[in-house]
């Protein structure tokens, strides 16, 4: 994945916050409740498969998960929206991307070990807006054109940084590691 900025050439990769270094296809084959040769645009997480899976076992989970049941996704019925009002995008613990819609916004940082479209070392790094719909290669930065859609995003961005957290700040939303005091293994009986 590359990205031009300033004219230069920017390379990113599988793990930078890049939208499309994020996108896998997911494929659902089930005859007769999964639309045949359909394809939904929507966008939605691994997270979401094991609250999806336990809603059609009919099972309830016990305990507070991330992820969202995206079952209308799957049939193709009602409204098919991603459950998602936007997606944050780390590297390691800092926050340096926003997704909502077809925008993106690479937030300003000061200081980042990595980054796919800042160089290392510089300090006076704009808000970097993208319209992912027009430029998923993240080439042309439209945050000049569009101020009221980066207020937006930032907003977005400081509501994450207060929720799940940022690089040495946790988020008052972050939950600690569960752990299961002397966990024996479940085995299945012997097969008669």
Known sequence: MESILNGKVVVGAKGHPIDTGNHVPFIANWPGTVPAATTCAQLCTTMDLLP???????????????GHEIDN???GTGEQRSPYR???YYHTKQLQAVRSGPSSLFVPLET???HPHFPRGSKDNP??????IEDVSC???VAPHH???VASLTALAGKARAAPGDRGKPGKGQRTIGRIKNPTP?????SP
């Open 86 to 88: 936007a997606f944050y």
């Open 73 to 75: 996704l799957l049939y």
């Open 139 to 141: 080439r042309r930065n």
């Open 127 to 132: 808000p970097l807006l993208f319209n992912l």
């Open 112 to 114: 980042f070990s990595r």
């Open 52 to 66: 999806t899976f336990a809603q059609l076992a009919g099972a309830k989970l016990s305990h507070r998960i991330d």
């Open 186 to 190: 479940r085995l299945l009986p012997p």
């Open 147 to 149: 101020p009221e859609i």
